[in-house]
């Protein structure tokens, strides 16, 4: 058989879109590429399921994990996105507390930047983006990247680009899905012979959006869902 490696992110709070990779995907190794936390109202619950299934090596800090350090979300996001980041940041802090937890931030700062693996001497590199930027299918790739395979999320957009000898693969998001919300999105890696696969599973939002009703979610963040 096979080596398997699954590589998800993008989950955004919704931890029932991952506990559901996790009962129906088997795997030699689960890694995430960042952003378990911000917008969807299970971040702390999210984090602690994939730290449990990763291991903290195999998980990377997203722009969100490094909002809620902060305590702000960065000054060119939207008024939707600063209304969602309100909300499910406050969740977070009193989950924490509900849970008698006080090292939730203090783990989400030891989260990795990148990570690189080697195989029959080809790099794989794992960052939540390259370079702060957001990479689609179009875009031109006039920056640097180091791997022979090069994975990431944070456009929220699945797909594989060929650049130059290198292979690009945007996982796209197990949560929040760009183009289809109820379709959770994620990829496999198989080293032995060095390909990928993108992959997806059905995951309608129903519980999700009630979720966010009985916590008082703004209304525009909700519609967004709904869309």
């Known amino acids: 058989f096979l080596m398997k490696i699954i590589i998800f992110g993008d989950v955004h709070g919704d931890i029932y879109s991952l506990e559901t990779l996790f009962k129906t995907t088997d795997a030699d ?36 994990e490094k909002f809620y350090i902060d305590g702000k979300v960065d000054r060119k ?51 939540h983006t390259f370079g702060n930027r957001y990479i689609y299918p179009d875009t031109k790739i006039d920056f640097d990247i180091k791997g022979d395979i090069n994975i990431f999320g944070h456009t929220h957009v699945q797909f594989i680009k060929f650049s130059k000898s290198r292979t690009l693969v945007g996982t796209g998001s197990l949560g929040m899905n760009k183009h289809d919300k109820e379709i959770a999105q994620y990829i496999t890696l198989y080293p032995d012979d060095f390909t990928v696969e993108c992959c997806t599973f059905s995951s309608p939002k129903e519980r999700l959006i009630q979720d966010m009703k009985t916590l008082n979610y703004p209304s525009a963040v909700i519609e967004y869902y709904l869309q």
Not at 46 to 56: M, S
Not at 99 to 127: A, G, H, M, P
């Open 29 to 64: 190794a689960y890694m995430c590429i960042g952003d378990l936390v911000g917008d969807g109202p299970h971040g702390e619950q999210c984090l602690n399921l994939a730290i449990d299934k990763c291991g903290i090596d195999n998980v990377i800090q997203g722009n969100h």
């Open 77 to 127: 996001c939207s008024d939707l996105a600063r209304s969602s980041f309100n909300i499910s940041y406050q969740r977070f802090a009193v989950t924490t507390r509900e849970n008698w937890r006080t090292d939730s931030l203090d783990i989400l700062k030891q989260l990795q930047q990148s990570i690189e693996l080697e195989f029959n001497s080809k790099k794989v590199v794992l960052s």
